[in-house]
């Protein structure tokens, strides 16, 4: 019986530059590693796991301040001194703090209003103290004008940033005016006239966008002809093939790549397709057959600060086919080795019973209860995004073993 559970490790890569040749970079990444240490050479269903900074960065996919300002422009018809609305912003620095920089410059010195939810953004983080709520009375819409010190000078607990007055800043620097509001009802930023809106949501764009567009068609009279097509979320912008820099995903997964000129990464493009390519290759190198991904941001919460990790809209944005809808049902085998041992059998009839009924798990076998059933994909990107942190270890590429169960890949 193998002994060895699941392992992650990371893999060193060199740097990766615009227009190298990922494919070919991985394939000699796991090469000259599997030299080094043999406990690292690829076998049949193991998951090779790249993260998609470099994957888009050897894409060359950039966006720059100004292409991000003129297709923001172009897409809503902004005219001079536009208005355009901000929906539910998450609080970053490098994942919105330079896209809402783009979006006042495209406003041609008009005025932005953005609506924050409270007490925290979608992914956790807090733009008040939570106690604040239950100690003092709080209408469902407050605005900048009319908020106490107490919520304008709060500060993140982590970054020990004040989101409030940062994003004001960042409007106010491109010679646009901003209004701030709090509300949890989507519908208040669209009560005043607006130009465009742009919603900033990450995981409920699509449920918030069918609200909105309703609430629109409902009241079509209080609002200037085809504004419901000046409506869009992120993943609508940078999206349609050009020379420059686009992705399925849009803004959606963007980060920071530069902090003094304000360049924008995106999401890889193709992404299903690099990992197709670098599964096919791994094939005609090592004879193995294994999956691959391109990871982002994974996906889990921190208990203590109540942030969750994810600002990616999933964790996998590519995979090989196999993986695509495959989720995991597992034996809850402390459960069932319980019962077995209730039962009186002995160590060797419950190991053998267990054996065989670890093939033929299903989701709707009492045999699984207490394992609920998720996307293989989603936890293994996440195990992939924990080996590898933010970067500075230097391993990009994640291999994981013996995670597969009945591989028939």
Request: charged content about 25%; hydrophobic content about 40%; proline content about 4%.
């Amino acid at each position: 019986m193998n002994s060895v559970g699941v392992q992650a490790f990371g893999v060193r890569m060199g740097i990766i530059q615009p227009y190298d040749d990922i494919v070919k970079e991985v394939l000699v990444a796991l090469t000259e590693e599997g030299k080094r240490e043999h406990c690292h050479e690829l076998e049949n269903g193991d998951v090779v796991c790249v993260t998609e900074s470099v994957v888009a960065r050897s894409q060359n996919n950039y966006v720059s301040q100004d292409e991000l300002s003129e297709e923001i422009g172009k897409a809503m018809g902004i005219s001079q001194s536009g208005r355009i609305g901000v929906l539910f912003p998450i609080l970053s620095r490098n994942r919105f703090a330079f896209i809402l920089k783009g979006i006042a410059r495209a406003t041609n010195s008009g005025e932005i209003i953005v609506q924050f939810s409270y007490p925290a953004d979608e992914v956790g983080n807090p733009i008040m103290d939570e106690s604040y709520i239950h100690k003092h009375p709080f209408p469902e819409t407050i605005y900048y004008d009319s908020m106490d010190e107490a919520i304008k000078t709060f500060k993140h607990p982590v970054t020990g940033i004040n989101y409030i007055e940062y994003y004001k800043e960042i409007i106010e620097s491109e010679k646009a005016d901003a209004q701030i509001l709090l509300s949890n009802n989507p519908v208040r930023i669209i009560e005043s006239p607006l130009d465009g809106l742009i919603i900033a949501s990450i995981h409920k764009r699509k449920h918030v966008k069918e609200m909105l567009l309703e609430f629109v068609l409902e009241n079509e009279a209080y609002f200037a002809p085809g504004f419901g097509h000046r409506v869009m979320t992120l993943d609508e912008l940078f999206t349609k093939e050009r020379e420059g820099g686009w992705s399925e995903y849009g803004l959606l997964a963007s980060n920071l790549a530069d902090s003094e000129t304000g360049l924008i990464k995106l999401a890889p493009r193709n992404a299903d397709k690099v990992a197709v390519d670098i599964k096919d290759e791994i094939k005609k190198t090592f004879g193995k057959s294994i999956e691959v991904m391109v990871y982002g941001d994974g996906c889990f919460k921190d208990n203590v600060t109540g942030i969750w990790e994810l600002a990616d809209p999933e964790p996998a944005l590519g995979c090989t086919p196999y993986l695509k809808n495959l989720v995991q049902y597992e034996l809850k085998l402390k459960l069932f080795v319980s019962e077995l041992t209730n039962k009186g059998l002995s160590r060797e009839e419950i190991e053998d019973i267990v054996a065989r009924e670890k093939e033929n798990v299903s989701c709707t076998d009492f045999k699984a209860e207490g394992t609920t059933p998720r996307m293989v994909k989603s936890l293994v990107a996440s195990l992939a995004d924990l080996v590898s942190g933010s970067g500075q270890r230097g391993t990009p590429l994640v291999v994981v073993k013996n995670y597969l169960l009945n591989y028939k890949g």
